[in-house]
């Protein structure tokens, strides 16, 4: 298997799509047609990381972090992401990394996140934006069905929970053919009007051009009339962080030392105690303080997140409770969603979970 043919699988778990835009996904270093002899999955590829998978025969990283974030002006070996840089390629290892497109997946790193706290039916927190597209194709009525099909088997039609979803229209088409024309219907230099059906579908934007390619082929037309257009509605199924509720509301107190045990913390920070109950509990794995008001504005009793400041603290204004778990530890599981995965989709070579902590912070 090449680097190239496992993109599919690897898609599936996390589409780079789904990626924020100021993020650095996929494959970073490496060439695409490398056949792989093994993957190491880790949080972070450090030198050190590199250097592990070396030794256990992966020439494949599978990250969460991306090692190259910013563009490097120079290879010298100085910083601790140029040492990661040479290292791998002077060993011929591959480095792929999932991010923001397996932030944004409603299984992915903040549904862990939930399941490890015990907060039930997540919804997403912050809703991707321009993200949904419509296609409207016209076709003869005869031939709408098997159009529509193509299109739902290419991804096209999906809403929520529900699949196959779609609206159509019936009218009158008309056209006339040049003389290097082909018609289906008519002759060459012929004014045509016929019975046409409409058909509206929305599909996630990383779709396109297999949504495009399945309506091409299976159109019966030479010249496909078609339109696209970007929707303003938010995706409810793709987004950062997630919101839901607790089994049983919690005080403060009870609430912190829930969080020190399930994500094995010596310490929290958090802000000033309301004194009131927990029940909805917001979560943003990483730098989530972009989402302080929308988890005020959907009624949160408390959000969990990273890499707050001094003055962020403040924004709680005393309309919820927010706590800082750290940056690595409120995406600590992540590694083992992407292993987990791997190993049940790949079985003709090794895959293997780093046993590295990548968590530059220490505690005393």
């Not at 840089?85 to 790193?109: E, P, R």
């Not at 099909?149 to 609206?167: P, R, V």
């Not at 009793?301 to 927010?322: V, W």
Request: proline share 2%.
């Amino acid at each position: 298997m090449t680097i190239k043919s496992l993109y599919p699988i690897l898609e599936e778990l996390a589409p780079l799509g789904y990626a924020e835009d100021f993020d650095n996904v996929g494959l970073i270093i490496g060439q695409p047609d490398l056949v792989i002899s093994g993957i190491l999955v880790c949080h972070d590829a450090l030198e050190e990381v590199v250097q592990e998978a070396i030794e256990k025969k992966c020439n494949l990283i599978v990250c969460f972090h991306p090692i190259l974030f910013n563009g490097l002006k120079k290879i010298t070996g100085k910083t601790y992401v140029e040492r990661a840089v040479m290292k791998a390629l002077k060993n011929d290892i591959a480095i792929y990394a999932l991010h923001t497109a397996l932030d944004n997946h409603q299984w992915g790193v903040n549904h862990i996140f939930c399941e490890t706290l015990g907060i039930k039916n997540p919804k997403m927190l912050v809703e991707k934006q321009n993200y949904i597209q419509k296609l409207v194709v016209f076709t003869p009525a005869d031939h709408a069905d098997k159009l529509r099909h193509a299109l739902f088997s290419a991804g096209a039609g999906q809403i929520g929970n529900y699949d196959h979803c779609s609206f159509s229209s019936t009218g009158t088409g008309s056209y006339r053919g040049n003389e290097n024309s082909n018609p289906v219907i008519g002759a060459k230099n012929e004014l045509v009007e016929t019975a046409e059906v409409k058909i509206e579908v929305t599909f996630e934007k990383h779709l396109q051009n297999q949504i495009i390619s399945a309506m091409k082929a299976n159109h019966v037309y030479e010249e496909v009339a078609y339109e696209i257009y970007s929707l303003e509605n938010k995706h409810q199924n793709i987004g950062l962080g997630m919101i839901g509720n607790l089994e049983i509301e919690l005080s403060e107190n009870d609430f912190l030392n829930l969080i020190k045990q399930k994500l094995d913390l010596s310490l929290i920070k958090h802000s000033k105690k309301r004194l009131l109950p927990i029940k909805k509990v917001a979560v943003l794995g990483g730098s989530g303080s972009f989402a302080i008001s929308q988890a005020i504005a959907l009624g949160a009793d408390a959000f969990l997140t990273a890499d707050l400041k001094y003055h962020q603290f403040y924004e709680a204004e005393n309309r919820l409770l927010l706590v800082d778990v750290g940056h690595y530890e409120s995406e600590k599981f992540t590694k083992n969603i992407i292993f987990d995965y791997l190993k049940k989709k790949i079985t003709n070579f090794a895959v293997v979970l780093s046993e590295i902590d990548t968590n530059p912070v220490k505690y005393f």
